[in-house]
T-cell receptor, first 116, second 109 residues
Framework: EAGVAQSPRYKIIEKRQSVAFWCNPISGHATLYWYQQILGQGPKLLIQFQNNGVVDDSQLPKDRFSAERLKGVDSTLKIQPAKLEDSAVYLC??????????????FGPGTRLTVT | EDQVTQSPEALRLQEGESSSLNCSYTVSGLRGLFWYRQDPGKGPEFLFTLYSAGEEKEKERLKATLTKKESFLHITAPKPEDSATYLCAVPGEGFKTIFGAGTRLFVKA
């Protein structure tokens, strides 16, 4: 079974530039998550999709971050403009829709973003 | 506010030296507790889900237990390949999964 795919794996940009990350979840997983993981911390949920719809984006800095999930499959996360504090690993995860297995999340390798 | 606290921050063991990692939580109405393993440069890998106090789950040298206020991840006779960061998480308000900061485990041969 193919895992969660993410690209790019690494990205270096200057502050005020924009950047986009792509995620392809495991086939059949209705729920997709984007997390931000700062060095030395646990993942922090940015946005959670269930099929095409957003079920939680309460911790997404909406003035600069946006995300979409087209056709309930792939997703993109964009940052515009980037700030120094956005330097982190951005993780995508997916899971089944059922209530118990929903928390069994499968993570991609992440994108390491460095903002200079 | 929902919160997950893990201790210690880092743990160094000799191969074969058993120990435990702690995860304490404050949430209203626990709906489960999850343990993940994260290797450097990789995303977290799901290990266990525990749903009720007294429940235990085992996988190889790892055993997770749950009480009403905390969970323990017991590592029996660890090997160097068990070196990783171990994260615990709980479902928070709404649909959010709240992760702790993790315990970095180093096992020396």
């Amino acid at each position: 079974e193919a895992g969660v795919a993410q690209s790019p794996r690494y990205k270096i940009i200057e502050k005020r530039q924009s950047v986009a990350f792509w995620c392809n979840p495991i086939s059949g997983h209705a729920t997709l998550y984007w997390y931000q993981q700062i060095l030395g911390q646990g993942p922090k949920l940015l946005i959670q999709f269930q099929n095409n719809g957003v079920v939680d984006d309460s911790q997404l800095p909406k003035d600069r971050f946006s995300a979409e999930r087209l056709k309930g499959v792939d997703s993109t996360l964009k940052i515009q403009p980037a700030k120094l504090e956005d330097s982190a690993v951005y993780l995508c995860a997916s899971s089944f829709l059922s209530s118990k297995r929903a928390y069994e999340q499968y993570f991609g390798p992440g994108t390491r973003l460095t903002v200079t | 506010e929902d919160q997950v606290t893990q201790s210690p921050e880092a743990l160094r063991l000799q191969e074969g030296e058993s120990s435990s990692l702690n995860c304490s939580y404050t949430v209203s109405g626990l709906r489960g507790l999850f343990w993940y393993r994260q290797d450097p440069g990789k995303g977290p890998e799901f290990l266990f889900t525990l749903y009720s106090a007294g429940e235990e789950k085992e996988k190889e040298r790892l055993k997770a237990t749950l009480t009403k206020k905390e969970s323990f991840l017991h590592i029996t006779a660890p090997k160097p390949e068990d070196s990783a960061t171990y994260l615990c998480a709980v479902p928070g308000e709404g649909f959010k999964t709240i992760f702790g900061a993790g315990t970095r485990l180093f096992v020396k041969a």
